[in-house]
């Protein structure tokens, strides 16, 4: 455990945690999904917007097929809108997010020489990416990339009501998980 935890803490309740949570994405998780597989930034932002408000098992494929086709922000900053949402018509909203994925690409083209940039405050300048979007981004490419290599970042967003929701005491001191279906989290 890290030194940096405040000693009113209950450290014994912080291992608990982490023990129930690691429990639960080991029955629940899904590690065999593409964009936790890869190591390349750019295919972890598109997944990202692909997946907003959109069950992960309908995205898989349309993610697979755009990355193919538009492997890069170079390529898709080009692609005509209309093709880029026949690739994602299946998980809807295409046309939004069709026309979100095209301006962001020209827009990391422009600004960013076609790299990710590694602040909350630059991705957020980027069309279609707010906090909450930009957040999971760090969270996900910490790693990934050079500039935030060992950086660690938050959890944050809506998972984290999600898991104290799912962790209860009971009067006896005992504590359970709830069933908690898999969530869509990105991260």
């Known amino acids: 455990m890290s030194s940096d935890i405040p000693m009113s803490v209950d450290r014994e309740f912080i291992e608990y945690v982490r ?16 964009w936790r597989k890869t190591s390349d930034p750019w295919s972890v ?17 349309a993610y697979s ?5 538009y492997p890069n922000p ?11 949402e026949e690739l994602i018509k299946p ?21 960013y020489n076609g790299q990710i940039p590694c602040s909350r405050s630059e991705l957020i300048k980027l ?10 981004i760090l969270l996900r490419v910490s790693d990934l990339l050079p500039a935030l290599k060992g950086r660690g970042f938050p959890l944050g967003g809506s998972l984290v009501p999600r898991i104290y929701s799912g962790l209860h005491l009971s009067s006896a001191g005992q504590s359970g998980w709830s069933e908690i279906p898999p969530y869509s989290v990105f991260a």
């Open 19 to 34: 023990r129930v949570v690691i429990d639960w994405y080991r029955v629940y998780g899904d590690r065999d999904l593409p």
């Open 45 to 61: 932002l598109v997944a990202t917007i692909l997946l907003r408000v959109t069950a992960r098992s309908r995205v898989v494929r």
């Open 91 to 111: 998980i809807g909203l295409h046309r939004v997010r069709a026309k979100q994925l095209v301006e962001l690409a020209k827009a990391l083209i422009e600004k």
């Open 127 to 136: 069309p279609g990416i707010g906090d909450y979007t930009a957040s999971v």
């Open 74 to 84: 170079s390529s898709l900053a080009y692609a005509r809108i209309g093709d880029v």
């Open 65 to 69: 097929d755009l990355l193919a086709k």
